[in-house]
């Protein structure tokens, strides 16, 4: 282990928390929550969709974000496209996608002049999200310019062209995202991810931010797949702790170090350095493989887990320790997805508002069982969750009216980082 780490509620009755009396609805049917199987006509890979051409037939596919413009371009001229959905994919020509629609398919070509894909095909990785800061730093990565031009249309309230591009990239960023928990919920289940919450301002060096860190570097090394919201402070010390999860505690302490020379996420260029800096020095693996193997497809949530960030936060760095990256414009679908995978439990370390919101919202989801059960809610610093924010003494008797029953016995205050994981993890 690294060195150094370390209300009000009105009376509610057994009936009405039982729904008897109409008072509480019911959670949605399993069809409606659950994740679905692989839908078989979505293609996503240039390989995938070279397989159907050579049957002769697209008809009722829907084809993902593809470059048809690029060499070998297939020839679509006698292909049978009725019904088939192309969206977000570019062609070697205007008069390619008007010939397809004139034999029954439907296009949606990408939208001009957006620095995003209107349909991406897959997570972003943090490669993708850096790109361009050799060149021109923090201002000249591809996050950054996404969100300056973000803000240059109308942020949070957009025009109608801009609107339509960013829902349609955060559909595509939804059927990534279930795509690349696939295979890491088919071997372990959906109780295996873990959901880590926290203050962004938690400066890197700090006793939280280490104490952050190596709960991930644990909760991976348990077979869990950390996720978190994708920004600095205490998100990105968990996700960092995934990153490292195959190293030594020493080499996490030693990767902290590195960090804590750039501790504000608001110097943005020296803080974004010292992260490419630490991932640099990582990149080619411990000397000895993980002593459990990976299921095919699911090595980067060994390598750093999941975030899930926003546009809406912008200003603030990426967390580049992720293994995979779902970034989306809509902050609220981010939050909701943040939760509804985190059906193993999630700690919420110290934080002001978010965090606080983070902890209602999820309660919501637990106390109607709207993604089915949850897991265990750790808060990490019992001083803090008591006193300073007193969440605890509001959070506990709603949980115990759960219409399922007393749920109460799933709140837990820690300052152990090792007590957290066990409850985490038994």
């Not at 051409?53 to 974000?65: N, R």
């Not at 190293?247 to 804590?260: G, K, Q, T, Y």
Request: some cysteine.
């Amino acid at each position: 282990m690294p060195a150094g780490l370390l209300s009000f509620s009105p009376p509610v009755s057994a009936l009405a928390a039982r729904g008897q009396d109409g008072l509480v609805p019911t959670p949605p049917p399993a069809d409606v929550i659950e994740p679905h199987a692989p839908h078989v006509n979505e293609i996503e890979t240039r390989t995938a969709f070279e397989q159907r051409l050579a049957g002769g037939t697209l008809a009722g596919l829907t084809v993902q974000g593809l470059r048809l413009d690029l060499d070998p371009v297939p020839d679509l001229r006698d292909v049978d496209v009725t019904g088939t959905l192309f969206v977000g994919c570019r062609f070697a020509g205007r008069e390619v996608g008007a010939d397809l629609v004139r034999r029954g398919a439907n296009v949606v070509p990408p939208f001009s002049g957006l620095p995003y894909p209107t349909q991406p095909s897959h997570l972003y990785t943090a490669d993708e999200l850096a790109a361009g800061f050799a060149e021109g730093g923090f201002a000249g990565m591809y996050d950054t310019r996404v969100y300056a031009h973000f803000r240059a249309h109308g942020g949070a309230l957009p025009d109608v062209r801009e609107a339509l591009g960013q829902r349609l990239h955060d559909h595509g960023v939804d059927n990534a995202l279930a795509d690349a928990t696939r295979s890491w919920l088919a071997a372990h289940g959906p109780q295996s991810v873990v959901g880590v919450m926290g203050g962004h301002a938690v400066p890197r060096g700090s006793v939280a931010y280490r104490m952050a860190a190596v709960l991930g570097w644990e909760l991976a090394r348990a077979d869990r797949l950390v996720v978190t919201g994708g920004g600095p402070g205490v998100m990105e010390a968990a996700n960092l702790g995934a990153f490292l999860a195959a190293w030594p505690a020493e080499e996490l302490s030693a990767a902290i170090d590195v960090l804590a020379v750039a501790p504000d996420f608001t110097d943005h260029d020296r803080y974004t350095a010292a992260a490419l800096a630490v991932r640099k020095r990582y990149a080619d693996g411990p000397a000895l493989p993980s002593p459990r193997p990976s299921a095919p497809g699911t090595g980067w949530a060994r390598s750093g887990g999941l975030a899930i960030p926003t546009w809406l936060y912008g200003h603030e760095p990426a967390n580049l320790f992720a293994g995979r990256i779902a970034k989306y414009f809509s902050n609220a679908i981010r939050e909701d997805t943040i939760l509804r995978l985190a059906r193993g439990g999630i700690v919420f370390a110290p934080g002001k508002a978010g965090t606080v919101q983070e902890v209602f919202q999820a309660a919501t989801k637990t106390f109607y069982g709207t993604d089915g059960a949850s897991g265990a809610y750790v808060f990490l610093d019992r001083t803090y969750w008591t006193t300073e924010l007193p969440v605890e003494s509001l959070l506990r008797p709603l949980f115990a009216a759960s219409p399922f029953g007393d749920l109460s016995h799933t709140i837990h205050l820690t300052d152990d980082v090792r007590d957290a994981v066990r409850v985490l993890v038994q």
